[in-house]
């Protein structure tokens, strides 16, 4: 998988990861799989980029490499200027926070208790939290919106209110990166908006970097600044909504069945019958 890359000479100055000739993939038994390779790209401080791709095509893949979870296969990547590979785990959980789709595998523990596990890089070996650390946890989840469940038990919460407490976790660690694999695929419609707006404010008020991926493309075109379309046939495609759009990149995305149009102009899907 190449690499096309269309970036808005305005985000130039403010890279924050950098992706070189890279290889990412896992190791089995039967031996290595390649999910994508090749890819030279940037993630921009400040902005929120979207990563949109079909199913299969190596999103949760990429952002697990992007975070250390699983090693590269090939190439390089850079956080802030520094190679990924020279970081400690204690540095990386204060540099890159990361939602995953994985439930957290917690038994008796509250809420709050779960979200206090963000400031695990800040605190002492005893893991005793300051009065810092619980106004940042109370502050995150007041951010979601999830305050009156801070007492309720992990399992007692439905799978969208534990993805809110996931998102909560992140905000508490105070990190200047934040990937999220599909934050809003349990959510109903009135909070995948709010969240996606939460995080569209933090990156620009708090000049974070915000890279997250998603199903759902016409929420993505109308918040991102930026977005990453990875597709089996052409790698990866990057530039804004509007770009992508009109050089018809989006389209070709999209209107893989006969019943489905993209309208390029209002950035929109229409579905015929």
């Given at each position: 998988m190449h690499v096309n890359v269309k970036t808005s000479d305005k985000m130039n100055?403010?890279?924050?990861?950098?992706?070189?000739?890279?290889?990412?993939g896992y190791k089995n038994k039967q031996g290595t799989r390649v999910v994508a390779e090749h890819l030279t790209a940037s993630i921009h401080q400040g902005c929120l980029t979207c990563l949109l791709g079909e199913n299969g095509v190596g999103k949760s893949t990429l952002l697990k490499t992007l975070s250390a979870f699983q090693p590269q296969l090939g190439g390089s990547i850079c956080i802030q200027g520094r190679e990924l590979g020279q970081y400690?785990?204690?540095?990386?959980?204060?540099?890159?926070?990361?939602?995953?789709t994985?439930?957290?595998d917690v038994q008796q523990m509250t809420a709050m208790e779960l979200v206090e596990m963000g400031r695990a890089p800040y605190t002492g070996f005893w893991g005793r939290l300051n009065d810092d650390d619980r106004r940042a946890c109370e502050e995150a989840m007041a951010l979601i919106g999830i305050g009156h469940l801070k007492n309720r038990m992990i399992e007692t919460l439905?799978?969208?209110?534990?993805?809110?407490v996931m998102i909560a976790?992140?905000?508490a660690q105070q990190t200047p990166i934040i990937y999220l694999d599909e934050p809003t695929a349990f959510l109903d419609y009135p909070s995948k908006v709010d969240i996606l707006l939460l995080l569209s404010r933090i990156s620009r008020e708090a000049q974070k970097t915000v890279f997250l991926s998603t199903h759902d493309l016409e929420l993505a075109l109308q918040m991102a600044d930026e977005i990453w379309l990875m597709t089996h046939a052409?790698?990866?495609?990057?530039?804004?909504?509007?770009?992508?759009a009109q050089n018809g990149a989006l389209s070709a995305f999209v209107e893989r069945s006969p019943e489905i149009a993209f309208e390029t102009e209002t950035l929109s899907v229409r579905v015929g019958r």
């Amino acid at each position: 998988m190449h690499v096309n890359v269309k970036t808005s000479d305005k985000m130039n100055d403010n890279i924050s990861v950098t992706l070189n000739d890279l290889t990412i993939g896992y190791k089995n038994k039967q031996g290595t799989r390649v999910v994508a390779e090749h890819l030279t790209a940037s993630i921009h401080q400040g902005c929120l980029t979207c990563l949109l791709g079909e199913n299969g095509v190596g999103k949760s893949t990429l952002l697990k490499t992007l975070s250390a979870f699983q090693p590269q296969l090939g190439g390089s990547i850079c956080i802030q200027g520094r190679e990924l590979g020279q970081y400690t785990e204690r540095e990386l959980a204060r540099t890159i926070g990361i939602v995953l789709t994985e439930k957290p595998d917690v038994q008796q523990m509250t809420a709050m208790e779960l979200v206090e596990m963000g400031r695990a890089p800040y605190t002492g070996f005893w893991g005793r939290l300051n009065d810092d650390d619980r106004r940042a946890c109370e502050e995150a989840m007041a951010l979601i919106g999830i305050g009156h469940l801070k007492n309720r038990m992990i399992e007692t919460l439905s799978d969208g209110e534990r993805q809110k407490v996931m998102i909560a976790k992140t905000l508490a660690q105070q990190t200047p990166i934040i990937y999220l694999d599909e934050p809003t695929a349990f959510l109903d419609y009135p909070s995948k908006v709010d969240i996606l707006l939460l995080l569209s404010r933090i990156s620009r008020e708090a000049q974070k970097t915000v890279f997250l991926s998603t199903h759902d493309l016409e929420l993505a075109l109308q918040m991102a600044d930026e977005i990453w379309l990875m597709t089996h046939a052409n790698g990866i495609q990057i530039g804004t909504p509007q770009k992508l759009a009109q050089n018809g990149a989006l389209s070709a995305f999209v209107e893989r069945s006969p019943e489905i149009a993209f309208e390029t102009e209002t950035l929109s899907v229409r579905v015929g019958r």
